[in-house]
């Protein structure tokens, strides 16, 4: 499985983005997908996951209300609108795959495949 994230930036405080995932190599229509992010210093964290249908998804609580994530499996894409943004979610961002499960997982070492990251950078 390759990942491919895009969308990735420089906004300012309270702006938005929407980063987007592109899977090729196998289907990944029948695996839980995330976005987890790694922050300068800090541990790897699992900020959104969906299930393999879309119908389950699991957030951190630092982005609950604002980030949204979703898929197109038809597209082998899933995305993740982020709003309100603010300078501490300011991270690398990975789009990740775990091929044994079908829901979402808020534990980034248990993913199987990761995209190259995407910074995203929220000035003050």
């Known amino acids: 499985v390759q990942l491919e994230e895009s969308g990735g930036g420089l906004v300012q405080a309270g702006a938005s983005l929407r980063l987007s995932c592109a899977a090729s190599?196998?289907?990944?229509?029948?695996?839980?997908m995330a976005w987890i992010r790694q922050a300068p210093g800090k541990e790897r964290e699992v900020v959104a996951s969906?299930?393999?249908?879309?119908?389950?998804?699991y957030y951190a609580d630092d982005v609950k209300g604002r980030f949204a994530i979703s898929r197109d499996n038809a597209k082998q894409t899933v995305y993740i609108q982020m709003n309100s943004l603010k300078p501490e979610d300011t991270a690398v961002y990975y789009c990740?795959?775990?091929?044994?499960?079908?829901?979402?997982?808020?534990?980034?070492?248990?993913?199987?495949?990761w995209g190259q990251g995407t910074q995203v950078t929220v000035s003050s």
């Open positions: 990740a795959a775990e091929i044994n499960r079908v829901g979402p997982n808020p534990t980034a070492s248990q993913y199987d495949y």
């Open positions: 190599g196998v289907p990944v229509r029948m695996y839980a």
């Open positions: 969906i299930s393999w249908n879309g119908n389950d998804r």
